[in-house]
């Protein structure tokens, strides 16, 4: 099962031409001259290529072959996921990415800044990076071992290879290079997986045999309404636990908010995050077909013993260069295709890392920093990241077992950022002492659920833990699923427990959502005992009024009292840009002052009114 010269030059072309991509953005346009275009792409991006990028960044190779090894294993209640994707879909393109979009942000956590204080946007900036970091090395090594393990392809070399290659594209094309190279190498993983769909059912029979032979060994799955959240995968779970998976990742993750604001308009984002809908179901049901065609086949083509030893994602390996070995170039076609998924997600977390690091913790405290020095900079933390990515690989080789709490983390965090986002723009009342108490309250029961489960089913478990030359990856369909799955929740039915030891069993799919709420409870538990934030004190711009408008036919005395006193200008949602918030920039990241003729606070912090007109004019505040 070795490659042929020809495979290696298809994998070789697909690295060339995303290099290409990176030098042409380069040398053409502004040359990336200006921070803007660097991190924002001069905010000129259509829909279309937003939409590819959107999906492609969170489309890792982990999720390439954790879904067809979910659907082999346990058949296709999976696909039920698909449902959770519309309102994890719509609530980010109407309430979040206009509320981003018209504050012209380029940090998602300028956000948190506007709405509490700098404090809380330094916390929610670190704990992305932690996030990111993390998890950075694993998405880059633990595919390029699968692959070794299974073709005998050199681990190393595709490493250093690949994260230099990704590192040096990144940091030549800036955002419009890795918007266009996730556009090239979505393509690249349709093609793939399409490939080995069509020659595998080719070999089984047709897609009649193969959903025959699925449905006679129970791998065609009804809809299971048990609404108990400690089961692992049921309707309920699948399709709204996996909402909030959804807008952890749609909703406030720096990689995909940058995307957003590159957009040329707020309307082109919207539409972008509409366009990603058709384009996930498609995704997940390649996924899945591909999951039902490799146990259709290995029904009628027996594993070897080797194959029947080796982990889920190692069997979809195995499946793949059995079918297409015969065939020169489609081997390397789906190695491309298999790359091509972690090149999108690595490059989208450089390029978000050096926007987080830039905006939120150099800029704010280098107010004269030049124009030409801010964007070299950034263009250097985006190499240093490439290179924290190789060294992050590298600890991931010595981890062992110990990896899977790693690639767990990234899922850990989520929950609680979407959380703190949330009680800033749902509830007016939240202040910053209660958003940074209820950020940790989310971390720490994050983490204590997380590994409370991983050291119990480890020390539950009658099987050994996997060999450090092995890899065990979540059957799952995008980042945050990847990392969040079976890592840390048995793939197996786990035997009745009860008090804590049953809390450890929570389904994975509900972790954003019992993250995210206990940061919204303990924030405003918080908030008001400390005292709740003044609606004079609030910008109307950073909250969606959603009691409002679920409550619109209310007597307007009560409306106002659902409004916490904030200002009557609270989300003008009529689609274009206010007044005032299309101009420049500060060198800290935040508006250039209020809109002319508005007074300005002249001490603290929060909203300034002058003739009636509300605006939000943000000091800065110590740290």
Request: net charge neutral; with cysteine; glycine share 10%.
């Amino acid at each position: 099962m070795g490659f042929a010269a020809v495979d290696y030059a298809i994998f070789g072309l697909v690295l060339a031409l995303s290099m290409a991509i990176g030098l042409y953005y380069a040398l053409s346009g502004g040359r990336q001259r200006t921070v803007r275009e660097f991190l924002l792409a001069d905010r000129s991006m259509g829909c279309l290529p937003v939409a590819l990028s959107l999906l492609a960044t969170f489309q890792s190779a982990v999720a390439i072959l954790g879904v067809p090894a979910e659907i082999y294993r346990f058949g296709t209640e999976y696909w039920f996921l698909g449902c959770c994707y519309l309102l994890g879909l719509l609530i980010p393109a109407h309430v979040f990415i206009p509320i981003f979009y018209r504050l012209q942000l380029t940090s998602a956590y300028e956000y948190l800044e506007l709405r509490f204080n700098k404090t809380v946007r330094v916390c929610g900036t670190v704990t992305f990076i932690f996030q990111m970091v993390i998890y950075m090395g694993v998405v880059l090594y633990a595919p390029a071992l699968t692959l070794n393990a299974v073709t005998g392809f050199d681990l190393w070399a595709a490493v250093l290879t690949m994260g230099l290659v990704c590192a040096l594209y990144t940091t030549l094309g800036g955002l419009k290079a890795v918007i266009w190279t996730d556009v090239f190498q979505t393509l690249v993983m349709f093609v793939g997986q399409l490939t080995v769909i069509v020659v595998g059912t080719q070999k089984v029979g047709g897609m009649g045999r193969v959903w025959q032979v699925a449905a006679a060994h129970d791998r065609i799955s009804g809809i299971d309404l048990n609404p108990d959240p400690y089961e692992r995968h049921t309707f309920w779970t699948l399709a709204f636990g996996g909402v909030f998976m959804m807008l952890a990742l749609y909703g406030v993750n720096q990689a995909q908010v940058q995307r957003y604001l590159s957009s040329r308009s707020e309307r082109e984002a919207v539409l972008s995050c509409y366009a990603v809908f058709p384009c996930q179901q498609i995704v997940l049901s390649l996924g899945c077909i591909m999951g039902l065609v490799m146990f259709a086949y290995n029904q009628e083509h027996p594993l070897t013993a080797a194959q029947s030893l080796a982990s889920p994602d190692q069997m979809v390996l195995y499946f793949v260069m059995d079918i297409l070995q015969g065939l020169p170039g489609l081997p390397g076609l789906f190695v491309a295709c298999l790359f091509s998924g972690s090149l999108s997600t690595i490059s989208s977390a450089f390029n978000s890392l050096a926007t987080v690091t830039m905006e939120d913790l150099i800029r704010p405290h280098f107010p004269s920093l030049r124009e030409s020095q801010a964007t070299l900079l950034s263009k250097v933390l985006a190499f240093s990241y490439g290179l924290v990515c190789l060294g992050m690989a590298y600890i991931s080789s010595m981890m062992g077992s110990v990896l899977q709490a790693a690639i767990s983390i990234f899922g850990m965090v989520g929950g609680p950022l979407l959380g703190v986002f949330c009680l800033g723009m749902f509830f007016p009342c939240a202040n910053s002492l209660g958003a940074i108490v209820g950020l940790a309250a989310g971390l720490a029961m994050a983490f204590w659920v997380g590994i409370g489960g991983f050291v119990f089913n480890m020390m539950a478990s009658p099987v050994a833990p996997p060999a450090s030359n092995s890899t065990h990856f979540p059957p799952n369909g995008n980042l945050t699923t990847a990392v969040m799955t079976t890592l840390l929740t048995s793939t197996t039915a786990p035997p009745s427990r009860t008090g804590l030891h049953k809390f450890y069993s929570l389904s994975y799919l509900w972790y954003s959502a019992h993250n995210s709420t206990t940061v919204i409870v303990v924030g405003l538990l918080v908030s008001f005992l400390t005292g709740p934030m003044r609606g004079e004190d609030v910008d109307p711009r950073t909250i969606y009024p959603v009691l409002l408008k679920l409550c619109h036919c209310l007597p307007r005395r009560y409306r106002a009292q659902l409004s916490c006193g904030v200002g009557s200008s609270m989300q003008d949602m009529s689609g274009t840009d206010p007044a005032g918030l299309a101009g420049q920039k500060t060198s800290n990241g935040l508006p250039n002052g209020p809109p002319v003729g508005v007074a300005s606070c002249e001490e603290g912090e929060g909203f300034a009114r002058a003739d009636a007109v509300p605006t939000c004019v943000v000091q800065e505040t110590s740290f």
